[in-house]
């Protein structure tokens, strides 16, 4: 129990409990957001012949329903998961970087820093979390809808192994990286603009906290989008009705480009940024929410 109660009041252990938080509501928000974004990202005959967000939307419905936007969810509960770990991660790299709590916030080019060793470190966990969700989100037969996580996951692992789990590992590194620079840094910023000479101790407002997280999820998912895309397309191989085409990312980038032109790279590009909104301003808030409800005596982790 007492180390329980040390990490709590810790500021290590209070990010990782309401990141966690903030992540179900990032789940809850934009998973049905996030399923019709990996339909518009396949080639055009996986989603036959339009890839408009209305005829996908129509076409995910007709599969189930409400529920068939929701496929894959049980396995974003990992996600919840996972955004423990980004809060916690970016917590310690920032005090690495010299941050204070009572203190200014880090300069931006620290704060770039942390964000892009945080998005470095989450790919482990993210990869295969991510690889069996689009898994799942992309079938499309009653009896594939009925299947879970784990039937995904035993499948993937008998057809290729553990590293099976790991395709997409370094698209998923060229896209995370940067957008986690970009993210925690664009959220800072805007931050600066809604709420001038703030410190660390600043009490913020709910709206201005759900504001610069939804501009901070914006502005990464358009800065990494062509790599999303790709990243998509190599996962999706080895589902049912997605046989191996490509062999890499080059050749996935060359033959996307080569069969349906450059603005393939940001097809559901509009989706993306709606969902990334609302899924962002939700972590935030959730979050600073859960914050506030954590005993105030918050003092550093040890290292």
């Known amino acids: 129990m007492g180390i329980g109660r040390e990490f709590l009041t810790s500021t290590g252990g209070q990010e990782f409990v309401a990141g966690g938080i903030g992540g179900m509501a990032s789940v809850i928000a934009g998973h049905p957001f996030d399923t019709i974004r990996i339909y518009m990202q396949q080639p055009r005959a996986r989603t036959m012949t339009s890839t408009s967000m209305v005829d996908v939307s129509h076409r995910i419905n007709a599969l189930g329903g409400l529920s068939a936007f929701y496929k894959g969810m049980a396995n974003c509960s990992i996600l919840t998961k996972q955004n423990a770990v980004i809060f916690y991660t970016y917590e310690r790299f920032s005090r690495m970087l010299g941050k204070d709590e009572d203190e200014d916030p880090l300069p931006y080019s620290k704060v770039a820093m942390a964000g892009f060793g945080t998005g470095l470190i989450q790919t482990s966990i993210l990869t295969p979390v991510e690889l069996v969700k689009i898994r799942l989100q992309l079938s499309t037969s009653m009896s594939q809808s009925r299947i879970g996580p784990l039937d995904v996951a035993r499948s993937i692992f008998r057809a290729e192994g553990l590293p099976g789990f790991y395709r997409g590992l370094g698209i998923t590194i060229l896209r995370d990286a940067p957008a986690f620079a970009i993210y925690f840094t664009s959220n800072e910023y805007t931050l600066d603009l809604l709420h001038p000479g703030r410190t660390e101790t600043s009490e913020i407002s709910l709206l201005t906290t759900a504001t610069a997280g939804g501009v901070a999820g914006v502005t990464s998912w358009i800065?990494?989008?062509?790599?999303?895309?790709?990243?998509?397309?190599?996962?999706?191989?080895?589902?049912?009705?997605?046989?191996?085409?490509?062999?890499?990312?080059?050749?996935?980038?060359?033959?996307?480009?080569?069969?349906?032109?450059?603005?393939?790279?940001?097809?559901?590009?509009?989706?993306?940024?709606?969902?990334?909104?609302?899924?962002?301003?939700?972590?935030?808030?959730?979050?600073?929410?859960?914050?506030?409800?954590?005993?105030?005596?918050?003092?550093?982790?040890?290292?």
């Open 223 to 303: 800065t990494c989008y062509p790599q999303d895309v790709i990243k998509s397309r190599l996962q999706a191989q080895g589902a049912p009705g997605s046989p191996i085409k490509y062999t890499g990312i080059i050749d996935c980038f060359k033959k996307s480009i080569k069969e349906e032109g450059c603005r393939v790279m940001w097809r559901g590009l509009g989706n993306a940024v709606i969902r990334a909104f609302i899924a962002n301003a939700a972590v935030f808030t959730a979050r600073e929410i859960s914050l506030r409800f954590m005993p105030k005596e918050r003092k550093a982790a040890s290292p």
